[in-house]
């Protein structure tokens, strides 16, 4: 990642290599977040969402706001923003995105990519264009030792974070009623309505999930990240990369794909500075040529 | 009677379903060949196995003795198999004098040519003028194909399908989704084209009084299986087919 | 024949304009000339072949990044442009390898990723493409053939005819294209892949040659850029230039031939009056995309045609 604060220092022996490691994983969880939601809202709505990207800077936008500007709760302020992002997602689905679920598919990613241009500057718009950086919460302040390197204690809580969302989101659909609904509608839309599930409000609330995974990225993000325009399309690019390694429309494999391409980040930038995209990208190419559906596709 | 098309242990699955199953075949040149079965029974299957459009997961396929088991539908065009859909597919976006062009174009090697211009090609425009006639759609010519009514797209997808002037050409359920005017006119132009190509044709219908008329030989597929396969007096009198038809009229 | 006469009409005025116009107008023009070129790759590879590329502007900067390299080292137009065009056509076509074998879904994320991939090369290698600030102190190299002629490009409205010359030439070749036999084969894979294969079409090879073409008139395009500006920035690969030509060719019309140059027009016009009243110019773009897509899918050129019309 451009400006990552944690490159340490140039020695490339095993504490550096497992150090870096670490680093990547929790840069995985964030990617984790992103990927999840443009996952699910592929597998069940059949729409690729460009913008998800732009849902993950408002989300960040939005906690900097309630956190950083306001004074809010830490813990309350990421409340917030995700209830915030999921108001504008169900806002992009309801009045734009379900009227052009017939069409061709050319036609949502040139919608999603109007927004992603109206997001960019309604963010400049709104709180300028200079990247913020704001505070860490008090509880999360300080570095414990790792291999004998300090490692921030904000990235530990991260990586849990992503953990239990991780393990939230598959209770989620596997265990609740909603969530079979969901997987019900997925599979065969025309069923699910004829058994009674209303799909228009359906679709929206998983869209609403999406968007608030994504948000709850970019605000975790806050306290240590920059937050500034077009944070969310250097990452949606990662994003894809992951959902098409791991499958698209598949959990798990958004989780996997996630820990590679954020461990592989992070090696990247440790041992090839400038081509760390390019990395990714191959992996990607590699894993396409191999196995089109991804790692668990199918 | 030549070979033209033979299987051998032909299986196609889809998890633990078999859709085709030790489809052992011969299909004969000149001999008008219809596949009747009941639904699911995997007639479309073979089909898009013959054609092409999916790979098999056993079994080998043979054209005049060469194997084709895993050539590309695009290839198998070129060496004389051709289809129709079931499910209407033309260029919706071109019109109707295009959409005979470009198989006619594709037929004789012109289609890599990015300078010349379309208008210059006499021979081609000269067939699928000609072909356009067959089909009787010469009026709707400039029309984008997307606009023609439903029977006129079956005319045209018919008219695609001869085209490449292929040796062999499977129709799958051309008259499905017909209204009885238009089943009418495209089982005629059915006919038409069987008798003035030198192509063979392979319907897949469930029109029993089709099938009987028309047909020089009939396979029964069920479940994945070829049940019986002869003439179409033979087939009539078999018990096993008119069970699984249980007592319809054949 | 109305269209010939209004073609010739247009191609005259365009040929005097620097007669009757001043110094930014003959600036604009040649932007707008830049655009149309641009935007016209991008439909063949949308509008007539189906797939969306949301990283053109890749190839763009590989042409303006290679042509503005060439003219610092040997400073003779021609060269500097044809050179700039062969490397973004190699460029293209090597990805394009990697990338047309996928569903078009896939396809459009992968030219996004591309897209970016190269814009952060342009950003972070130093030492080739100047990192941020991009090269410099390009000359707007003389227009010769050693043994022939030598024409000196400073004067603008000497660079504009080259311009002029070039963006005729690619019209006039997009025409040939599309009216080909080949053109009538990536319409096909257009309208229904499927079908396209069942008819003997490799819809791989195919989709590969557009991609490339689309790939050189970007670097056309790309490669245009230095002599006039002198200086090529990493901006011009970013994603949200690879949206001028989208939203060029979507106002003009997709399925149209003369819609990505009525939307190139159309997009200079409403770029000039935008910037005039507010800085926030990607905003009022992505209100136009999304409008455009919501209600205006024909996009102008829908308003001069019947259903079925190709002008």
Same mark, same amino acid.
């Given at each position: 990642?451009?400006?990552?604060?944690?490159?340490?220092?140039e020695?490339k022996?095993?504490?550096?290599?497992?150090?870096?490691?670490?680093?990547?994983?929790?840069?995985?969880?964030?990617?984790?977040?992103?990927?999840?939601?443009?996952?699910?809202?592929?597998?069940?709505?059949?729409?690729?969402?460009?913008a998800?990207?732009?849902?993950?800077?408002?989300?960040?936008?939005?906690?900097?706001?309630?956190?950083?500007?306001?004074?809010?709760?830490?813990?309350?302020?990421?409340?917030?923003?995700?209830?915030?992002?999921?108001?504008?997602?169900?806002?992009?689905?309801?009045?734009f995105?379900?009227?052009?679920?017939?069409?061709?598919?050319?036609?949502?990613?040139?919608?999603?990519?109007?927004?992603?241009?109206?997001?960019?500057?309604?963010v400049?718009?709104?709180?300028?264009?200079?990247?913020?950086?704001?505070?860490?919460?008090?509880?999360?302040?300080?570095?414990?030792?790792?291999?004998?390197?300090?490692?921030?204690?904000?990235?530990?809580?991260?990586?849990?974070?992503?953990?239990?969302?991780?393990?939230?989101?598959?209770?989620?659909?596997?265990?609740?009623?909603?969530?079979?609904?969901?997987?019900?509608?997925?599979?065969?839309?025309?069923?699910?309505?004829?058994?009674g599930?209303?799909?228009?409000?359906?679709?929206?609330g998983?869209?609403?999930?999406?968007?608030?995974?994504?948000?709850?990225?970019?605000?975790?993000?806050?306290?240590?990240?920059?937050?500034a325009?077009?944070i969310?399309?250097?990452?949606?690019?990662?994003a894809?990369?992951?959902?098409?390694?791991g499958?698209l429309?598949?959990?798990?494999?958004?989780?996997?794909?996630?820990?590679?391409?954020?461990?592989?980040?992070?090696y990247?930038?440790l041992?090839?500075?400038v081509?760390?995209?390019?990395l990714?990208?191959?992996i990607?190419?590699?894993?396409?040529?191999v196995k089109?559906?991804?790692?668990?596709?199918? | 009677m030549?070979?033209i098309?033979?299987?051998?242990?032909?299986g196609?699955?889809?998890?633990?379903?078999?859709?085709?199953h030790?489809?052992?075949?011969?299909?004969?040149?000149?001999?008008?060949?219809?596949?009747?079965?009941p639904?699911?029974?995997?007639?479309?299957?073979?089909?898009?196995?013959?054609?092409?459009y999916?790979?098999p997961?056993?079994?080998r396929?043979?054209?005049?003795?060469k194997?084709?088991?895993?050539?590309?539908?695009?290839k198998?065009?070129?060496?004389?198999?051709?289809?129709?859909?079931q499910?209407?597919?033309?260029?919706?976006r071109?019109?109707?004098?295009?959409?005979?062009?470009?198989?006619?174009l594709?037929?004789?090697n012109?289609t890599?040519?990015?300078f010349?211009?379309?208008?210059?090609?006499?021979e081609?425009v000269?067939?699928?003028?000609?072909?356009?006639g067959?089909?009787w759609?010469?009026?709707?010519?400039?029309?984008?194909a997307?606009?023609?009514?439903?029977?006129?797209?079956r005319?045209?997808?018919?008219?695609?399908?001869?085209?490449?002037n292929?040796?062999?050409?499977?129709?799958?359920?051309?008259?499905?989704?017909?209204n009885?005017?238009?089943?009418?006119?495209?089982?005629e132009?059915?006919?038409?084209?069987?008798?003035?190509r030198?192509t063979?044709?392979?319907?897949?219908e469930?029109?029993?009084?089709?099938?009987?008329?028309l047909?020089?030989?009939?396979?029964?597929?069920?479940?994945?299986?070829?049940?019986?396969?002869?003439?179409?007096?033979e087939?009539?009198?078999?018990?096993?087919?008119?069970d699984?038809?249980?007592?319809?009229?054949? | 024949?109305?269209?010939?006469?209004a073609?010739?009409?247009?191609?005259?005025?365009?040929a005097?304009?620097p007669?009757?116009?001043?110094k930014?107008?003959?600036?604009?023009?040649?932007?707008i000339l830049l655009?149309?070129?641009?935007?016209l790759?991008?439909?063949?590879?949308?509008?007539?072949?189906?797939?969306?590329?949301?990283?053109?502007?890749?190839?763009?900067?590989?042409?303006?990044?290679?042509?503005?390299?060439?003219?610092?080292?040997?400073?003779?137009?021609?060269? &500097?442009?044809? %050179?700039? !065009?062969? #490397?973004?056509? =190699?460029?293209?076509?090597?990805? $394009?390898?990697?990338? @047309?074998?996928?569903t078009?879904?896939?396809?459009?994320?992968?030219?996004?990723?591309?897209?970016?991939?190269?814009?952060?090369?342009?950003?972070?290698?130093?030492?080739?493409?100047? &990192?941020?600030? %991009?090269? !410099?102190? #390009?000359?707007? =190299?003389p227009?010769?053939?050693? $043994?022939?002629?030598? @024409?000196?490009?400073?004067?603008?409205?000497?660079?504009?005819?080259?311009?002029?010359?070039?963006?005729?030439l690619?019209?006039y070749?997009?025409?040939?294209i599309?009216?080909?036999?080949?053109g009538l084969a990536?319409?096909? #894979?257009?309208?229904?892949?499927?079908?396209?294969?069942?008819?003997?079409?490799?819809?791989?090879?195919?989709?590969?040659?557009?991609f490339?073409?689309?790939?050189?008139?970007?670097?056309?395009?790309?490669?245009?850029?230095?002599?006039l500006?002198?200086?090529?920035?990493?901006?011009?690969?970013?994603?949200?230039?690879?949206?001028?030509p989208?939203?060029?060719?979507?106002?003009?019309?997709?399925?149209?031939?003369?819609?990505?140059?009525?939307?190139?027009?159309?997009?200079y016009?409403l770029k000039?009056?935008?910037?005039?009243?507010?800085?926030?110019?990607?905003?009022?773009?992505g209100?136009?995309?999304?409008?455009?897509?919501?209600g205006?899918?024909?996009?102008?050129?829908?308003?001069?045609?019947?259903?079925?019309?190709?002008?």
């Open positions: 990642m451009p400006g990552s604060p944690f490159l340490m220092n020695g022996d095993m504490e550096t290599l497992a150090f870096q490691g670490l680093i990547g994983l929790s840069v995985a969880m964030y990617l984790w977040l992103l990927a999840a939601g443009l996952t699910i809202v592929f597998g069940v709505l059949g729409v690729l969402n460009f998800h990207g732009s849902l993950f800077m408002l989300g960040a936008y939005f906690a900097f706001t309630f956190y950083g500007l306001w004074g809010v709760n830490f813990w309350l302020a990421i409340v917030l923003s995700l209830l915030s992002v999921a108001v504008v997602g169900c806002f992009m689905e309801r009045f995105l379900r009227h052009i679920y017939h069409m061709d598919h050319a036609y949502q990613l040139l919608l999603t990519f109007g927004f992603i241009l109206i997001f960019d500057d309604a400049k718009m709104v709180w300028g264009g200079v990247a913020k950086i704001p505070a860490m919460p008090s509880f999360f302040e300080g570095t414990v030792s790792v291999v004998g390197r300090p490692f921030p204690v904000y990235n530990l809580f991260i990586i849990g974070a992503g953990l239990v969302v991780a393990i939230v989101v598959w209770l989620l659909f596997e265990k609740t009623w909603w969530g079979k609904m969901v997987r019900a509608s997925a599979s065969d839309r025309e069923m699910a309505s004829a058994i599930i209303n799909i228009p409000r359906l679709f929206t998983v869209f609403a999930l999406g968007a608030m995974l994504a948000a709850l990225g970019g605000a975790l993000g806050t306290p240590v990240r920059v937050v325009p077009g969310g399309a250097a990452m949606i690019i990662q894809f990369i992951i959902t098409v390694i499958g429309g598949n959990l798990k494999g958004a989780f996997v794909g996630a820990v590679i391409v954020g461990t592989l980040s992070a990247g930038i041992l090839f500075p081509f760390e995209l390019f990714i990208f191959l990607m190419t590699v894993v396409l040529m089109p559906q991804g790692l668990f596709g199918g | 030549k070979e098309i033979r299987t051998e242990s032909l196609k699955y889809f998890g633990e379903m078999a859709a085709v030790e489809v052992t075949l011969t299909l004969q040149e000149g001999l008008f060949t219809s596949v009747i079965g639904n699911g029974a995997g007639k479309t299957t073979l089909i898009n196995l013959l054609s092409g999916i790979l997961d056993r079994g396929i043979y054209f005049r003795e194997e084709i088991t895993r050539l590309g539908p695009d198998r065009v070129k060496i004389g198999i051709s289809r129709s859909f499910v209407m597919n033309i260029f919706p071109m019109t109707v004098f295009q959409n005979i062009l470009l198989p006619v594709s037929r004789l012109k890599s040519s990015a010349s211009s379309l208008k210059g090609q006499k081609a000269g067939e699928a003028e000609k072909i356009l067959e089909v759609l010469q009026e709707e010519k400039d029309f984008p997307g606009e023609l009514s439903h029977g006129d797209q005319l045209l997808e018919l008219g695609i399908a001869v085209a490449t292929p040796q062999i050409c499977f129709l799958d359920e051309p008259s499905s989704g017909m009885p005017i238009e089943r009418i006119k495209v089982l132009l059915v006919k038409k084209l069987a008798s003035e030198k063979t044709f392979i319907i897949v469930h029109d029993m009084d089709i099938v009987f008329s047909s020089d030989w009939i396979v029964v597929m069920n479940r994945g299986e070829v049940l019986a396969e002869g003439k179409p007096a087939i009539r009198e078999n018990q096993e087919v008119r699984i038809y249980l007592g319809e009229e054949i | 024949m109305k269209t010939r006469v073609i010739l009409v247009l191609v005259i005025l365009l005097l304009l007669a009757i116009a001043g930014y107008a003959l600036y604009v023009t040649i932007h655009l149309s070129i641009f935007s790759g991008f439909n063949l590879l949308f509008g007539y072949t189906g797939l969306l590329s949301f990283g053109q502007a890749g190839f763009y900067a590989v042409g303006a990044y290679g042509c503005g390299k060439i003219l610092l080292a040997y400073p003779s137009l021609l060269v &500097g442009i044809v %050179g700039g !065009v062969v #490397i973004a056509g =190699a460029v293209s076509l090597f990805l $394009g390898i990697l990338c @047309i074998r996928h078009r879904m896939y396809f459009s994320m992968l030219t996004l990723s591309f897209g970016m991939m190269i814009f952060s090369v342009a950003w972070k290698w130093r030492d080739v493409t100047g &990192g941020d600030d %991009g090269l !410099v102190g #390009i000359p707007r =190299a227009l010769e053939i050693p $043994g022939f002629f030598k @024409i000196n490009m400073t004067p603008m409205e000497n660079y504009y005819y080259v311009v002029l010359a070039f963006a005729i690619a019209i070749l997009f025409h040939r599309v009216h080909s036999p080949m990536i319409q096909g #894979i257009r309208d229904s892949e499927t079908r396209a294969a069942c008819i003997g079409i490799s819809v791989r090879k195919y989709r590969l040659l557009s490339t073409i689309a790939g050189l008139y970007a670097g056309l395009a790309g490669s245009l850029l230095p002599p500006e002198s200086t090529v920035t990493p901006p011009v690969a970013h994603w949200s230039y690879s949206a001028e989208v939203l060029a060719t979507l106002l003009g019309g997709i399925y149209t031939f003369s819609g990505p140059i009525v939307g190139s027009v159309l997009f016009l000039d009056i935008i910037v005039r009243f507010t800085e926030y110019w990607l905003i009022c773009l209100i136009i995309v999304v409008v455009l897509v919501m205006f899918r024909g996009g102008v050129m829908s308003i001069f045609l019947k259903e079925g019309g190709r002008r």
